[in-house]
């Protein structure tokens, strides 16, 4: 079972931050929350992952609740590529068996 | 840096034939995975390959799926025989740990299967 849950769907109009969230209030201390999104017909691509702090790279910016039991991508200037399902996962930092283990995902669409 | 090369990229056959499917992780990744996914799913994990050692194949069905990656390299997944509910697209992966903690996976395009 997949240990983060995430809204089914969402819709973003063009030029417009889009607000991805995801909620893993089971993380535990040693685990990373990792960000990958699938456009139609690819395989599912790497975004950002975070361990406690926020983080930004060229693609995105990850914000992760104190607590750690949630987190938000943010996609600063959503633009109709960024149309794809996106998925948070957790795993572990090292170490130990992992299963990745993707849900379904939130299907996001840019719109114009 | 090449990506991670899979073929064929689309089969068709009919149900109780076998199909084999090809991956070739990015050079240097000692880390091998292989998943399934299913139209409106998430992958989902068949096996784990740790150079050419089975890490995880605990969600493997071991009754009619088979993988090996015999030199650490390139990685083979065979279906014998297909059922109906095996149509999905097989996507590999591969990754390299950079170090004691993270590291991402890299996908390759798939190969969708449709078992008619």
């Known amino acids: 079972d997949a240990k983060t849950t995430q809204p089914t769907s969402m819709d973003c109009a063009e030029g417009r931050a889009a607000n991805l969230p995801c909620n893993h209030s089971?993380?535990?201390?040693?685990?990373?929350v990792y960000w990958y999104r699938q456009i139609h017909s690819q395989g599912p691509q790497y975004i950002i992952h975070g361990l406690k702090n926020n983080e930004t790279n060229e693609m995105a910016s990850l914000i992760i609740t104190e607590d750690r039991k949630s987190s938000t991508l943010i996609l600063p200037h959503a633009t109709l590529r960024d149309t794809a399902v996106y998925y948070c996962i957790v795993r572990p930092i090292s170490g130990g068996s992992y299963i990745p283990t993707f849900g379904r995902g939130t299907s996001l669409i840019v719109h114009p | 840096e090449a990506g991670v090369a899979q073929s064929p990229r689309y089969k068709i056959i009919e149900k109780r034939q076998s199909v084999a499917f090809w991956c070739n992780p990015i050079s240097g990744h000692a880390t091998l995975y292989w998943y399934q996914q299913i139209l409106g799913q998430g992958p989902k994990l068949l096996i784990q390959?740790?150079?050419?050692?089975?890490?995880?194949d605990s969600q493997l069905p071991k009754d009619r799926f088979s993988a090996e990656r015999l030199k650490g390299v390139d990685s083979t997944l065979k279906i014998q025989p297909a059922k109906l509910e095996d149509s999905a697209v097989y996507l590999c992966?591969?990754?390299?740990?950079?170090?004691?903690?993270?590291?991402?996976?890299?996908f390759g395009p798939g190969t969708r299967l449709t078992v008619t």
């Open positions: 390959f740790q150079n050419n050692g089975v890490v995880d």
């Open positions: 089971t993380i535990s201390g040693n685990e990373y």
């Open positions: 992966a591969s990754s390299f740990p950079q170090g004691a903690s993270d590291y991402e996976q890299y």
